[in-house]
């Protein structure tokens, strides 16, 4: 069944590096959710990409849907500490949604 | 701050005890899920209901029995439950059904532990 793969499964950056996760289904994805889980928090969305090509921007954080509509990124620029968490994309299968495995963001002040 | 509320934030129980895991949302929105998420892991899915209506159970194990009171309210009844059940449960809630870009709001969850 169609999968949603998730890369890397962690990284570690010094506050003010950039980071990105990147995201892979094997099949066209119809939308493409981001969400944000804090450590011992709850998943919280953080945007939803709909359109072939799709930028979209909230202040640092800038999202990406690929053009055939299987892959998409999230991009942060300059982490500050309050990034730390793990972002998880997640893309509708039938009449669910399948969460990637997501990438847990480490930041060294 | 999240609009699902979950009770409780925390809870123990022992393999014999029968206890139950509450959610409520008043956001109006039509379907309502419990997942299970373990350390290090995406949430999974355990059951939806759409419209009051169990319309998706994931093959989950018949000791968690899961219960739409109203269109507002989510119960998961845990009985004879193992220590591998514990885990980070999650009660979420979409304006309707998944996999339809409805944005999926999760409450803040309620920490079990079995022992």
């Known amino acids: 069944g169609q999968q949603v793969m998730q890369i890397p499964q962690y990284q570690h950056v010094q506050e003010g590096e950039d980071f990105t996760t990147y995201c892979n289904s094997s099949t066209t994805l119809s939308n493409i959710q981001w969400y944000k889980q804090r450590p011992g928090g709850h998943p919280v969305f953080l945007i939803q990409l709909v359109k072939s090509g799709e930028v979209k921007k909230q202040k640092r954080l800038t999202f990406q849907f690929g053009e055939a509509k299987k892959n998409s990124s999230l991009h942060i620029t300059a982490t500050q500490t309050t990034d730390v968490g793990t972002y998880f994309c997640?893309?509708?299968?039938?009449?669910?949604?399948?969460f990637g495995a997501g990438t847990r963001l480490f930041v060294k002040a | 701050d999240t609009e699902v509320t979950q009770t409780p934030k925390h809870l123990v129980m022992g393999m014999t005890n029968k206890k139950s895991l509450k959610c409520e949302q008043h956001m109006g929105h039509r379907a309502m899920y419990w997942y299970k998420q373990k350390a290090k892991k995406p949430p999974e899915l355990m059951f939806v209901?759409?419209?009051?209506?169990?319309?998706i159970n994931e093959s989950v194990p018949s000791r968690f029995s899961p219960e739409c009171p109203n269109s507002s309210l989510l119960n998961l009844h845990l009985h004879a439950l193992q220590p591998e059940d514990s885990a980070l449960y999650l009660c979420a809630s979409s304006q309707e059904g998944q996999g339809r870009g409805n944005t999926i709001y999760f409450g803040e969850g309620s920490w079990l532990t079995v022992v």
């Open positions: 209901y759409s419209y009051e209506k169990l319309s």
């Open positions: 997640a893309g509708p299968r039938g009449f669910k949604t399948i």
